[in-house]
Nanobody
Framework: QVQVVESGGDLVQPGGSLRLSCRAS????????MGWYRQAPGKQREFIAI???????NYTDSVKGRFTISRDNAKNTVYLQMNSLKPEDTAVYFC??????????????WGQGTQVTVSS
């Protein structure tokens, strides 16, 4: 089994910055992709950013130039540096991890989420 735990959510003023962290632990052969999603009240969960084991990154248009995703492979950890935060960034942020088992199976795992609130 794999556990995914996010941290770093907080209340921040518009224009401020936060860094979210997400660590995967458990029975992991290889992590192929790690990503961030968010869900605002009354809205569907949306894609924010991903990073693959080849360090390919992709972002949704609304965060390009403001958010940066990175990973520490030795720690099975992914980060999301968020700058120039806006009230519309307020949401619960979820981490997603695509894990390949030693037998070749691939499974998605989600964390419980961390709350980011951008407000003055």
């Amino acid at each position: 089994q794999v556990q995914v735990v996010e941290s770093g959510g907080d209340l921040v003023q518009p224009g401020g910055s936060l860094r979210l962290s997400c660590r995967a632990s458990g029975t992991i052969f290889r992590i192929q992709r790690m990503g961030w999603y968010r869900q605002a009240p009354g809205k569907q969960r949306e894609f924010i950013a991903i990073i693959t084991n080849a360090d390919y990154t992709n972002y949704t248009d609304s965060v390009k130039g403001r958010f940066t995703i990175s990973r520490d492979n030795a720690k099975n950890t992914v980060y999301l540096q968020m700058n120039s935060l806006k009230p519309e960034d307020t949401a619960v942020y979820f981490c997603n991890v695509l894990v390949r088992s030693i037998g070749g199976n691939r499974n998605d795992y989600w964390g419980q989420g961390t709350q980011v609130t951008v407000s003055s």
